[in-house]
């Protein structure tokens, strides 16, 4: 640089030369004297003064030009060129199916042979991407890279022309090895699973008689001692406090531990997903096809919410309860849950005061407002009052979970016809019918305007565009422009199969009490057949199938996805935690006897501390993450309290 620098300064001191007039031959030479005499003046002047200044400018512009200022999930990449000519340097996410590439930026032409053109860019690092370049201003490909790069990594793009032809060589070669952001997660498994295992092994030591009986002799000296010396009169013996390890005594009507406590592992992990999940891609929700760990918890807690229903009616119903007054006091609590969820936990709070003019109506408690109304108006359509244990023996039994409950099923199904006639047959202006895409630059940029197909249609049409969710999270790959609410109101019928389905469950448990082996084959059986269907859905693809997951759309493969894994999971805790009690429960056992409270305080406290405070480093997972789970033990701890206080919020 310093000497192409040099080589321009003389191109310019020759024009300068070259335009003086002519003078006589003595009057030349004096002149050419002092010129030079002045000129090398001049040069020491510059290179003593001036010299020092341009090596701090050059080294400062070093600096800058091999550390560039990178946030989390970003890693900095140099593209080289040494072509004659400039080029396009653009992306595409391979999460992003059949997705416009965005582009990066443009890399000048080279400077000359060995002396490549460099341009720094921040490119994401969460998922793998496609570097395509392009030359300019002929968009011609000349290579295409796939890479994923490493947080906080350098890397290098040369693009060289090879030597035996007109051909394009593009390599990326990595400068400066990337952090691993995992180790954090790494480390707080092991602190929880060490924690598990002191526990365990404290609830194993306690559980023998010698320890428990020396604790007591302890206990009972210590109480003598005490009532002696403070003359209170003659010792007596107080039962010592245990009720915090020993087990409650037997009563008649036994709870299901596992059912809060699959409740509470739904609802930990939404707490935690909720709060930022250390700002990990997977702990958030899927841009659109797909799942991750955010994708399962909701779906979950409405399967298990309509367990409980099937459990809650049959005891009201046996102790005398008439289903008038369940079906007033099913609505009262639908509808308490919809007002907490428009005015409470709104997120429109984040933008100030609650307008009309830009109130979202839909979200998560409206969504299980409207889910557990509806199941419970069908299993007071069909429930009853008096169980008898099924028999396993008739040839029809397979089918017994179906045909007791006929109508209720034939409602669902009905719903489920109704959902796929609108999904596929309702014309969407500019739209193509049955358009499933989440719009933007997904499918070529053919749609841009047509987010969700029908589903975000109707949300538009039916609530309008401001009280729908602004900031879906298909904007993060697909660049979508239009607000797309995921609790929107065509995707409230499959969270009824889904509420359905975990009621199904519940009737199970109740037919089948006295046999614990046909409850687990039964669940087992259901999650093989909704497996099958959502094989058959998505033909084992994200993308690629008739209907694929998708939690946005809260498609009908997704539904029957994740009710696979409820019943399958289901069954696993009902295994250890109420036919073996290999477990208890605790600590998700908890949270999940008190998961409305926990849900609602997680969202209006979480600005609050010990839930949150201001980070050191706000680029850092691993600050996240602590903050996250920090905040997500707390409610734990808060929800143990209030079990002990025997304090339940229930509506």
Known sequence: MAKRKLKKNNTCHSYSVASVKPKSQKEMAQTEKSATFALA??????????????????????????????????????VNNELSYEVQVSWMSQRCYQCLYQQLGVVPAGLEPGHPSSVNFVVSTQHEITL???????????????????????????????????GVNCSVVTDKDPVNSYIPILVAFLIYALLALVFAIGKKVWGLDAVRGLVLRLGSSMETERLINSELGPTRVVPPVTDNILPPPLTSSKRLRSLDTFRGISLVIMVFVNYGGGRYWFFRHESWNGLTVADLVFPWFVFIMGTSIALSINALLRA???????????????????????????????????????????????RLAWSYLVVACLDLLVARGQLDVLTVDAWWSPAIDFLL?????????????????LTFQLPVPDCPAGYLGPGGIGDMGLYVNCTGGAAGFI????????????????????????????????????????????????????????????????????????????????????????????????????????????????????????????WSGAPFYYPGMNSILVYVGHEVFEDYFPFCWQMSNSQSHAEHLIQNLVATSCWVIISYLLYKKKIFWKI
């Open 132 to 166: 395509q370049i392009n030359s300019t201003p002929i968009e011609l490909e000349l290579c295409k890279i796939p890479f994923h790069f490493g947080e906080h990594g350098n890397y290098s793009l040369w693009v060289k022309t090879l030597n035996a032809s007109f």
């Open 320 to 366: 005398g309860a008439t289903r008038c007054s369940l079906l007033r006091k099913a609505v009262w609590r639908s509808l308490q849950l919809f007002i907490i969820g428009v005015l409470v936990i709104n997120p429109n709070y984040c933008q100030g005061a609650l307008a009309w003019e830009n109130l979202r109506i839909p979200g998560v408690l409206q």
């Open 459 to 582: 949300d538009r049409l039916l609530l309008g565009e401001k009280h729908m969710y602004q900031n879906p999270s298909s904007r993060v790959i697909y660049a979508t422009r239009i607000p797309y609410d995921p609790e929107g109101v065509l995707g409230s019928i499959n969270s009824i199969l889904m509420a359905f389905l975990g009621l199904q469950a519940g009737k199970i448990i109740l037919h089948y009490r006295e046999r614990p082996k046909s409850i687990m084959s039964r669940f087992l059986i259901w999650g093989l057949l909704l497996g099958v269907v959502s094989a058959f859905l998505t033909k084992c693809s994200t993308d690629q199938g008739f209907i694929p997951v998708n939690k946005n759309l809260w498609s009908l493969s997704y539904v029957t996805t994740l009710a696979c894994f409820a019943f399958v999971l289901l069954m696993l805790i009902y295994y250890i935690v109420d036919v073996n009690k290999w």
């Open 41 to 78: 003046a001049v040069a020491l002047v510059v290179a003593v003064c001036v010299a020092p200044l341009a090596a701090e400018i050059s080294s400062s512009d070093i600096h800058h030009h091999k550390h560039l200022s990178l946030k989390m999930d970003e890693a900095q990449l140099t």
């Open 405 to 421: 409950y006929w109508p209720a099923w034939l409602c669902v199904i009905l719903l489920e016809v109704l959902w796929l006639f």
